[in-house]
Protein backbone atom coordinates (compact mmCIF):
# COMPACT_ATOMS: atom_id res chain seq x y z
CA UNK A 1 0.00 0.00 0.00
CA UNK A 2 1.45 3.49 -0.92
CA UNK A 3 -0.62 6.29 1.08
CA UNK A 4 0.59 9.07 -1.08
CA UNK A 5 -0.94 7.33 -4.29
CA UNK A 6 -4.68 7.13 -5.54
CA UNK A 7 -6.71 4.74 -4.17
CA UNK A 8 -4.96 3.80 -0.49
CA UNK A 9 -7.86 4.31 1.37
CA UNK A 10 -9.81 1.44 -0.28
CA UNK A 11 -6.44 -0.59 -0.76
CA UNK A 12 -6.14 -0.20 3.47
CA UNK A 13 -10.26 -1.11 4.55
CA UNK A 14 -9.72 -4.06 1.64
CA UNK A 15 -6.35 -4.89 3.94
CA UNK A 16 -8.38 -4.40 7.50
CA UNK A 17 -10.88 -6.47 6.58
CA UNK A 18 -8.95 -9.80 6.87
CA UNK A 19 -8.01 -9.11 10.19
CA UNK A 20 -10.31 -7.01 11.98
CA UNK A 21 -9.36 -8.05 15.58
CA UNK A 22 -7.90 -4.22 16.64
CA UNK A 23 -11.93 -3.18 16.02
CA UNK A 24 -12.89 -5.37 18.67
CA UNK A 25 -10.56 -4.13 21.63
CA UNK A 26 -12.38 -2.14 24.36
CA UNK A 27 -12.25 1.50 24.59
CA UNK A 28 -9.72 1.90 27.09
CA UNK A 29 -7.30 -0.56 25.22
CA UNK A 30 -7.80 1.12 22.21
CA UNK A 31 -7.00 4.46 23.73
CA UNK A 32 -3.98 2.63 25.21
CA UNK A 33 -2.88 1.54 22.09
CA UNK A 34 -3.31 5.17 20.45
CA UNK A 35 -0.50 6.25 22.88
CA UNK A 36 1.93 3.61 22.41
CA UNK A 37 1.48 4.53 18.57
CA UNK A 38 2.19 7.86 19.23
CA UNK A 39 -0.96 9.41 17.43
CA UNK A 40 -2.33 11.28 20.25
CA UNK A 41 1.32 12.29 21.33
CA UNK A 42 1.65 13.91 17.61
CA UNK A 43 4.08 11.53 17.03
CA UNK A 44 3.71 8.80 15.23
CA UNK A 45 6.50 5.79 15.69
CA UNK A 46 4.16 2.50 14.41
CA UNK A 47 1.29 2.03 12.54
CA UNK A 48 -1.88 1.38 15.13
CA UNK A 49 -1.77 -2.08 16.46
CA UNK A 50 0.80 -3.49 14.13
CA UNK A 51 -2.15 -3.45 11.53
CA UNK A 52 0.53 -3.14 8.40
CA UNK A 53 3.99 -3.26 8.11
CA UNK A 54 5.19 0.65 7.79
CA UNK A 55 8.08 -0.34 5.28
CA UNK A 56 9.06 2.98 3.95
CA UNK A 57 6.45 5.30 4.74
CA UNK A 58 7.53 8.71 5.70
CA UNK A 59 5.95 10.17 8.79
CA UNK A 60 3.58 12.42 7.18
CA UNK A 61 2.34 8.97 5.32
CA UNK A 62 2.04 7.34 8.45
CA UNK A 63 0.16 9.72 10.28
CA UNK A 64 -2.58 9.14 7.44
CA UNK A 65 -2.83 5.42 7.57
CA UNK A 66 -3.09 6.16 11.82
CA UNK A 67 -5.91 8.78 11.38
CA UNK A 68 -7.49 6.64 8.75
CA UNK A 69 -7.75 3.65 11.19
CA UNK A 70 -8.61 5.42 14.22
CA UNK A 71 -11.63 7.21 12.24
CA UNK A 72 -12.47 3.80 10.94
CA UNK A 73 -12.42 2.19 14.54
CA UNK A 74 -14.44 4.87 15.49
CA UNK A 75 -16.93 4.63 12.44
CA UNK A 76 -17.46 0.65 13.25
CA UNK A 77 -17.91 0.75 16.97
CA UNK A 78 -20.55 3.80 17.04
CA UNK A 79 -22.31 3.49 13.39
CA UNK A 80 -24.88 1.59 11.86
CA UNK A 81 -24.31 3.16 8.79
CA UNK A 82 -22.89 1.29 5.24
CA UNK A 83 -20.34 3.34 3.59
CA UNK A 84 -17.41 4.46 6.04
CA UNK A 85 -15.85 6.42 2.99
CA UNK A 86 -19.22 8.40 2.77
CA UNK A 87 -20.02 8.84 6.24
CA UNK A 88 -16.69 10.55 7.10
CA UNK A 89 -17.05 13.20 4.04
CA UNK A 90 -20.05 14.03 5.40
CA UNK A 91 -18.36 14.63 8.97
CA UNK A 92 -15.70 16.42 7.45
CA UNK A 93 -18.49 18.62 5.25
CA UNK A 94 -20.01 19.34 8.37
CA UNK A 95 -17.56 21.70 9.28
CA UNK A 96 -17.41 25.01 7.84
CA UNK A 97 -14.10 25.60 8.29
CA UNK A 98 -12.91 22.67 6.36
CA UNK A 99 -15.32 23.96 3.09
CA UNK A 100 -13.51 27.52 3.34
CA UNK A 101 -9.86 26.16 3.55
CA UNK A 102 -9.13 22.40 4.07
CA UNK A 103 -10.88 20.80 0.91
CA UNK A 104 -12.12 23.73 -0.88
CA UNK A 105 -12.64 23.54 -4.60
CA UNK A 106 -12.16 19.69 -4.23
CA UNK A 107 -16.38 18.71 -3.30
CA UNK A 108 -17.96 17.22 -6.07
CA UNK A 109 -14.80 16.65 -8.41
CA UNK A 110 -13.74 13.39 -7.44
CA UNK A 111 -15.17 9.52 -6.33
CA UNK A 112 -15.72 9.41 -2.86
CA UNK A 113 -12.54 7.56 -2.22
CA UNK A 114 -10.17 9.74 -4.05
CA UNK A 115 -11.92 13.32 -2.27
CA UNK A 116 -11.53 11.31 1.04
CA UNK A 117 -7.94 10.61 0.79
CA UNK A 118 -7.79 14.47 -0.19
CA UNK A 119 -9.21 15.76 2.67
CA UNK A 120 -7.37 13.65 4.55
CA UNK A 121 -3.83 14.66 3.24
CA UNK A 122 -4.77 18.40 3.31
CA UNK A 123 -6.09 18.20 7.25
CA UNK A 124 -2.39 17.03 8.17
CA UNK A 125 -0.16 18.74 5.71
CA UNK A 126 1.42 20.94 6.83
CA UNK A 127 3.64 22.88 3.96
CA UNK A 128 3.84 22.13 0.43
CA UNK A 129 7.53 23.38 -0.38
CA UNK A 130 9.36 20.15 0.24
CA UNK A 131 12.58 22.02 0.66
CA UNK A 132 10.92 24.10 3.20
CA UNK A 133 9.32 20.73 4.43
CA UNK A 134 12.46 19.15 5.10
CA UNK A 135 13.70 21.88 7.72
CA UNK A 136 10.73 21.28 9.50
CA UNK A 137 10.77 19.24 12.48
CA UNK A 138 7.02 18.37 12.66
CA UNK A 139 5.13 17.20 9.80
CA UNK A 140 2.55 15.28 12.16
CA UNK A 141 -0.48 17.02 13.92
CA UNK A 142 -0.19 17.24 17.97
CA UNK A 143 -4.12 17.68 17.52
CA UNK A 144 -5.82 15.07 15.06
CA UNK A 145 -7.49 12.90 18.08
CA UNK A 146 -9.63 16.22 18.40
CA UNK A 147 -11.06 15.13 14.92
CA UNK A 148 -11.53 11.68 16.46
CA UNK A 149 -13.73 13.03 19.17
CA UNK A 150 -15.70 15.21 17.04
CA UNK A 151 -16.15 12.32 14.82
CA UNK A 152 -17.63 10.03 17.65
CA UNK A 153 -20.02 12.78 18.54
CA UNK A 154 -21.28 12.77 15.20
CA UNK A 155 -21.88 9.38 14.85
CA UNK A 156 -24.01 9.54 17.64
CA UNK A 157 -26.22 11.64 16.07
CA UNK A 158 -24.88 14.87 18.30
CA UNK A 159 -24.87 18.19 15.27
CA UNK A 160 -21.01 19.19 15.58
CA UNK A 161 -19.26 22.55 13.71
CA UNK A 162 -16.34 24.83 14.20
CA UNK A 163 -17.03 25.56 17.30
CA UNK A 164 -16.23 22.69 18.81
CA UNK A 165 -12.60 22.40 17.35
CA UNK A 166 -12.29 25.78 18.93
CA UNK A 167 -13.54 25.06 22.34
CA UNK A 168 -11.30 21.76 22.29
CA UNK A 169 -8.09 23.15 20.94
CA UNK A 170 -8.94 25.92 23.48
CA UNK A 171 -9.02 23.98 26.36
CA UNK A 172 -5.83 22.05 25.20
CA UNK A 173 -3.24 25.18 24.32
CA UNK A 174 -4.82 26.48 27.45
CA UNK A 175 -3.56 23.85 29.47
CA UNK A 176 -0.08 23.44 27.74
CA UNK A 177 0.49 27.25 28.52
CA UNK A 178 -0.60 26.71 31.97
CA UNK A 179 2.19 23.51 32.33
CA UNK A 180 4.78 25.44 30.56
CA UNK A 181 4.09 28.60 33.16
CA UNK A 182 5.14 26.52 36.23
CA UNK A 183 8.48 25.77 34.28
CA UNK A 184 11.06 28.37 35.72
CA UNK A 185 13.97 26.99 32.73
CA UNK A 186 12.37 25.89 29.56
CA UNK A 187 14.39 23.45 28.00
CA UNK A 188 14.54 22.36 24.48
CA UNK A 189 11.89 19.98 24.71
CA UNK A 190 9.41 22.41 25.75
CA UNK A 191 10.59 24.53 23.02
CA UNK A 192 9.98 21.93 20.30
CA UNK A 193 7.15 21.62 22.21
CA UNK A 194 5.94 25.03 22.02
CA UNK A 195 6.48 25.08 18.57
CA UNK A 196 4.52 21.49 17.70
CA UNK A 197 1.12 22.90 18.81
CA UNK A 198 1.95 26.53 17.42
CA UNK A 199 1.94 24.24 13.50
CA UNK A 200 -0.80 22.03 14.94
CA UNK A 201 -3.76 24.56 15.59
CA UNK A 202 -6.13 25.17 13.26
CA UNK A 203 -7.65 28.19 14.92
CA UNK A 204 -6.16 31.44 16.68
CA UNK A 205 -8.58 32.09 19.79
CA UNK A 206 -11.01 34.79 19.68
CA UNK A 207 -9.96 35.77 23.69
CA UNK A 208 -7.93 33.88 26.30
CA UNK A 209 -9.74 31.93 28.54
CA UNK A 210 -8.05 30.74 32.15
CA UNK A 211 -8.41 27.57 33.34
CA UNK A 212 -11.20 27.39 35.68
CA UNK A 213 -13.04 28.39 32.15
CA UNK A 214 -11.63 25.27 30.32
CA UNK A 215 -12.11 22.67 33.22
CA UNK A 216 -15.94 22.86 32.67
CA UNK A 217 -16.34 22.29 29.32
CA UNK A 218 -14.28 18.87 29.29
CA UNK A 219 -16.75 16.64 29.84
CA UNK A 220 -16.54 13.08 27.88
CA UNK A 221 -14.29 10.49 29.12
CA UNK A 222 -11.82 10.87 26.08
CA UNK A 223 -11.82 14.63 26.57
CA UNK A 224 -10.70 14.47 30.14
CA UNK A 225 -7.98 11.54 29.36
CA UNK A 226 -6.69 13.26 26.27
CA UNK A 227 -6.33 16.99 28.20
CA UNK A 228 -4.76 14.80 31.01
CA UNK A 229 -2.22 13.02 28.20
CA UNK A 230 -1.49 16.65 26.57
CA UNK A 231 -1.01 18.00 30.33
CA UNK A 232 1.31 15.46 30.87
CA UNK A 233 3.62 16.45 27.72
CA UNK A 234 3.87 19.38 28.69
CA UNK A 235 4.82 18.51 31.97
CA UNK A 236 7.23 15.99 30.87
CA UNK A 237 11.29 17.23 30.65
CA UNK A 238 14.49 15.31 31.30
CA UNK A 239 12.52 12.25 32.15
CA UNK A 240 11.13 14.09 34.80
CA UNK A 241 8.38 15.64 36.95
CA UNK A 242 9.07 18.65 39.57
CA UNK A 243 6.73 18.88 43.02
CA UNK A 244 4.83 22.18 41.59
CA UNK A 245 4.24 19.92 38.00
CA UNK A 246 3.20 17.05 39.74
CA UNK A 247 0.82 18.93 42.03
CA UNK A 248 -0.81 20.63 39.01
CA UNK A 249 -1.08 17.24 37.35
CA UNK A 250 -3.13 16.33 40.22
CA UNK A 251 -5.58 19.18 41.09
CA UNK A 252 -6.31 18.69 37.28
CA UNK A 253 -7.00 14.92 37.65
CA UNK A 254 -9.21 15.94 40.83
CA UNK A 255 -11.42 19.25 38.99
CA UNK A 256 -12.05 16.52 36.32
CA UNK A 257 -12.69 13.78 38.68
CA UNK A 258 -10.68 11.43 37.46
CA UNK A 259 -9.13 8.71 39.96
CA UNK A 260 -5.04 8.85 41.09
CA UNK A 261 -4.30 5.70 39.20
CA UNK A 262 -5.13 7.18 35.50
CA UNK A 263 -3.17 10.25 36.68
CA UNK A 264 -0.27 7.67 37.56
CA UNK A 265 -0.60 5.79 34.17
CA UNK A 266 -0.65 8.63 32.32
CA UNK A 267 2.54 9.79 33.47
CA UNK A 268 4.31 6.56 33.26
CA UNK A 269 3.25 6.11 29.54
CA UNK A 270 4.23 9.50 28.36
CA UNK A 271 7.72 8.64 30.04
CA UNK A 272 7.86 5.17 28.82
CA UNK A 273 6.77 6.47 24.83
CA UNK A 274 9.59 8.75 25.41
CA UNK A 275 12.57 6.50 26.68
CA UNK A 276 11.39 4.08 23.86
CA UNK A 277 11.63 6.53 20.91
CA UNK A 278 13.58 8.72 22.13
CA UNK A 279 16.55 8.54 18.97
CA UNK A 280 12.70 8.58 17.19
CA UNK A 281 10.60 11.40 18.38
CA UNK A 282 11.51 14.62 16.82
CA UNK A 283 11.01 17.13 19.38
CA UNK A 284 13.42 14.85 21.57
CA UNK A 285 15.89 15.20 19.13
CA UNK A 286 18.27 18.73 19.44
CA UNK A 287 19.69 18.67 16.21
CA UNK A 288 20.62 21.37 14.21
CA UNK A 289 19.04 22.10 10.92
CA UNK A 290 20.96 21.55 8.26
CA UNK A 291 21.35 17.79 10.30
CA UNK A 292 17.18 18.23 10.54
CA UNK A 293 17.35 18.57 6.69
CA UNK A 294 19.60 15.93 5.68
CA UNK A 295 17.91 13.22 8.04
CA UNK A 296 14.41 14.22 6.16
CA UNK A 297 15.61 14.29 3.12
CA UNK A 298 17.81 10.94 3.52
CA UNK A 299 13.82 9.45 4.21
CA UNK A 300 12.26 11.11 0.96
CA UNK A 301 14.94 10.28 -1.19
CA UNK A 302 15.47 6.22 -0.25
CA UNK A 303 11.43 5.89 -0.47
CA UNK A 304 11.82 7.60 -3.95
CA UNK A 305 14.22 5.10 -4.90
CA UNK A 306 12.32 2.15 -3.60
CA UNK A 307 9.15 3.58 -5.20
CA UNK A 308 10.51 3.65 -8.88
CA UNK A 309 13.82 1.15 -8.15
CA UNK A 310 12.21 -1.35 -11.18
CA UNK A 311 11.99 1.73 -13.91
CA UNK A 312 14.90 3.29 -12.37
CA UNK A 313 17.35 0.36 -13.06
CA UNK A 314 16.10 -0.15 -16.50
CA UNK A 315 16.71 3.45 -17.16
CA UNK A 316 20.04 3.06 -15.28
CA UNK A 317 20.96 0.11 -17.82
CA UNK A 318 20.22 2.18 -20.73
CA UNK A 319 23.29 4.42 -20.08
CA UNK A 320 26.48 2.76 -19.93
CA UNK A 321 28.58 5.39 -18.96
CA UNK A 322 26.55 6.47 -15.79
CA UNK A 323 26.40 2.60 -14.65
CA UNK A 324 30.51 2.72 -14.73
CA UNK A 325 30.47 6.11 -13.14
CA UNK A 326 28.08 5.13 -10.43
CA UNK A 327 29.88 1.85 -9.84
CA UNK A 328 32.80 3.71 -9.60
CA UNK A 329 31.58 5.98 -6.65
CA UNK A 330 30.89 3.18 -4.60
CA UNK A 331 34.70 2.60 -4.39
CA UNK A 332 36.08 5.86 -4.72
CA UNK A 333 35.57 9.71 -4.95
CA UNK A 334 34.38 10.88 -8.62
CA UNK A 335 36.73 13.82 -10.40
CA UNK A 336 34.69 17.00 -10.84
CA UNK A 337 34.33 16.16 -14.92
CA UNK A 338 33.12 13.22 -13.59
CA UNK A 339 30.45 14.34 -11.19
CA UNK A 340 28.87 16.70 -13.31
CA UNK A 341 28.21 13.87 -15.73
CA UNK A 342 26.90 11.86 -13.34
CA UNK A 343 24.62 15.05 -12.29
CA UNK A 344 23.50 16.02 -15.90
CA UNK A 345 22.90 12.22 -17.16
CA UNK A 346 20.86 11.79 -14.09
CA UNK A 347 18.67 14.91 -14.34
CA UNK A 348 17.51 13.65 -17.65
CA UNK A 349 16.63 10.06 -16.24
CA UNK A 350 14.78 12.13 -13.74
CA UNK A 351 12.45 14.12 -16.21
CA UNK A 352 11.35 10.52 -17.66
CA UNK A 353 10.13 9.70 -14.15
CA UNK A 354 7.16 12.14 -13.31
CA UNK A 355 7.15 10.87 -9.86
CA UNK A 356 11.15 11.95 -9.15
CA UNK A 357 9.53 15.33 -10.16
CA UNK A 358 10.46 16.89 -6.75
CA UNK A 359 14.34 17.18 -8.26
CA UNK A 360 13.45 19.30 -11.02
CA UNK A 361 11.57 22.07 -8.95
CA UNK A 362 13.60 25.15 -7.61
CA UNK A 363 16.49 23.89 -5.11
CA UNK A 364 15.95 20.62 -5.67
CA UNK A 365 19.22 20.06 -7.07
CA UNK A 366 20.46 19.85 -4.03
CA UNK A 367 19.73 16.62 -3.37
CA UNK A 368 21.04 14.88 -5.81
CA UNK A 369 23.85 14.34 -3.85
CA UNK A 370 21.85 11.91 -1.76
CA UNK A 371 20.36 10.54 -4.72
CA UNK A 372 23.79 9.27 -6.18
CA UNK A 373 23.92 8.03 -2.61
CA UNK A 374 21.36 5.06 -2.52
CA UNK A 375 21.32 5.01 -6.11
CA UNK A 376 24.12 1.92 -6.11
CA UNK A 377 21.63 -0.41 -4.23
CA UNK A 378 20.12 -0.57 -7.83
CA UNK A 379 23.10 -1.77 -9.29
CA UNK A 380 23.67 -5.58 -10.72
CA UNK A 381 25.69 -7.53 -8.32
CA UNK A 382 28.64 -7.43 -10.21
CA UNK A 383 29.27 -3.76 -9.22
CA UNK A 384 28.73 -4.73 -5.53
CA UNK A 385 29.65 -7.62 -4.49
CA UNK A 386 28.70 -7.04 -0.54
CA UNK A 387 25.53 -7.03 -0.93
CA UNK A 388 22.62 -8.90 0.30
CA UNK A 389 19.36 -9.90 -0.63
CA UNK A 390 16.54 -9.12 1.58
Known amino acids: MNPSADGWIKKLLKDVSKNE ?8 AFYKQLKHSGYIYGSNVGVLFGVFDKGDWTDEELCKVNHVLVLYYMYRNHSTANNFVEQTIQFYKSIEDYKQSFIEGIFGKRKSGLLLESIIHKRIHIDDNVITKNFNYFITNALLFIDVLAFQKHLTGKTINENYFKQMELAVETIALTVFELKVNKSEYDKSLIKLFEVSLRYQPDNNKDYKDIIVTLIEPFEKLYALDIACMAAWSDKELDNKELEFLGAFSKDMHLPDDIVRTAIADINSFYVINKDRVALLNNKNMVQSFYDNSSKMVVKLI ?70 PKLLPSSFDENRIED
Open 21 to 28: TYLKLPLD
Open 306 to 375: NRNSKRLLRELKESKELMALLSKSTTKSLTPEEAKKVQKQLMDIIKSIPSLAIFMLPGGAILLPLFVKFI
